[in-house]
C-alpha cells in the first residue's frame, strides 16, 4: 500500500523536522497526514493539539500521531495512554521510522499497543 508508506515518510519527515519538539498531526480517513500546531506550553516534552485543526478536520479524523523526539524506542507514556481515552481516534507515536500505535478498547476495557503496521489501515 502506497498510501501506508507515504503517511509513515510524512510523519518521520514532521518528526525530524520539529526536533527536539514534539510534533503532532492529523491523519485522515483515507490516511493523508496533517502536520498540526503543537500548542503546549513544554513541547520538548508534552503534545496539545492544536483545538482548530480538530474543528478543521472534524468528521475526518482517523488518528492522531506525536513524536517522541530523539527516543531509541518511542513508546507510548503514561500521559499518551490517559489520552487514548477520546475512543474514536487511533493514536501513534513514533520518531526515526519507528512507530507504534495505541488506543483504547472499551470492549475488552483496556489500551491496546502494537508495531504500527499496514494491517491496522486496513480496519475500520
Given amino acids: 500500500m502506497e498510501k501506508f508508506s507515504k503517511l509513515k515518510e510524512d510523519m518521520n519527515n514532521h518528526a525530524l523536522r520539529d526536533y527536539p519538539l514534539e510534533a503532532v498531526g492529523i491523519i485522515t480517513k483515507d490516511f493523508d497526514y496533517n502536520p498540526c500546531k503543537n500548542i503546549s506550553d513544554l513541547p520538548k516534552e508534552t503534545f496539545y493539539l492544536d483545538p482548530a485543526a480538530l474543528v478543521k478536520h472534524d468528521g475526518n479524523i482517523w488518528g492522531v ?3 517522541h523526539p530523539g527516543q531509541e524506542n518511542p513508546i507510548p507514556s503514561e500521559e499518551d495512554k490517559v489520552g487514548a481515552a477520546f475512543q474514536e481516534y487511533k493514536f501513534l507515536v513514533g520518531f526515526n521510522n519507528k512507530f507504534y500505535i495505541y488506543w483504547y478498547d472499551d470492549k475488552l ?8 503496521e499496514e494491517r491496522h489501515c486496513l480496519q475500520k
Fill in 65 to 67: 500521531f506525536h513524536s
Fill in 109 to 116: 476495557d483496556t489500551l491496546i499497543f502494537d508495531d504500527f
